[in-house]
T-cell receptor, first 115, second 115 residues
Framework: QQQVKQSPQSLIVQKGGISIINCAYE??????FPWYQQFPGKGPALLIA?????SEKKEGRFTISFNKSAKQFSLHIMDSQPGDSATYFC??????????????FGRGTQLTVWP | DTEVTQTPKHLVMGMTNKKSLKCEQHMGHRAMYWYKQKAKKPPELMFVYSYEKLSINESVPSRFSPECPNSSLLNLHLHALQPEDSALYLC??????????????FGPGTRLTVL
């Protein structure tokens, strides 16, 4: 079953606007939540990540908000730019047990930023 | 240096050919991964090597054969592939262990086409 659920599947935002992508999970053993950005024909690049001991992490225009009780986390892209147009994947992992080494990916969100 | 390199960038092969994909990292990571990615889908885990030993095989067909010659190198040997095996093959690396969060760095991928 899908361990991490991501929405929306696609997102169109005007330049300068805020892009918001949401993810939800069930497994309370998850203790690391990265976001990857992928351009066509390229490998995913680690964008930003958060651990459940903080509720927010900001790096430049990118912010992760984390709600441990709701088991949800989201990526906010402020002042979205055409160069941000890419596919974004959320993911989750745990250091415990037999799932060591696995990243559970969401299905991805295709972001298009119009100039 | 946070780079994972992969060769070749593109590969076209017939169903009877034997070829190999190569991956290299110099970040001192002790876990290396092979993923398969189809268009508009998240990466799909194939194999995980932990301390040069195969720790996860996601029931991948035997026509894919991984090899980890040392802690910096990872190969994927291909033989008798099917057209449906055409995809982007991604290599990744990370630290591993209960002390380390699963911060995976991906290479640019090899675009494989099976005719």
């Amino acid at each position: 079953q899908q361990q991490v659920k991501q929405s929306p599947q696609s997102l169109i935002v005007q330049k300068g606007g805020i892009s918001i992508i949401n993810c939800a999970y069930e497994n309370t053993a998850f203790d690391y939540f990265p976001w990857y950005q992928q351009f066509p024909g390229k490998g995913p690049a680690l964008l930003i990540a958060i651990r459940p001991d903080v509720s927010e992490k900001k790096e430049g225009r990118f912010t992760i908000s984390f709600n441990k009780s709701a088991k949800q986390f989201s990526l906010h892209i402020m002042d979205s730019q055409p160069g941000d147009s890419a596919t974004y994947f959320c993911a989750a992992s745990t250091r415990r047990g037999s799932t060591l080494g696995r990243l559970y990916f969401g299905r991805g969100t295709q972001l298009t930023v119009w100039p | 240096d946070t780079e994972v390199t992969q060769t070749p960038k593109h590969l076209v092969m017939g169903m009877t050919n034997k070829k190999s994909l190569k991956c290299e990292q110099h970040m001192g990571h002790r876990a290396m991964y092979w993923y398969k990615q189809k268009a508009k889908k998240p990466p799909e885990l194939m194999f995980v090597y932990s301390y040069e030993k195969l720790s996860i095989n996601e029931s991948v067909p035997s026509r894919f054969s991984p090899e980890c010659p040392n802690s910096s190198l990872l190969n994927l040997h291909l033989h008798a592939l099917q057209p449906e095996d055409s995809a982007l093959y991604l290599c990744a690396s990370s630290q591993i262990g209960t002390f380390a969060y699963n911060e995976q760095f991906f290479g640019p991928g090899t675009r494989l086409t099976v005719l």
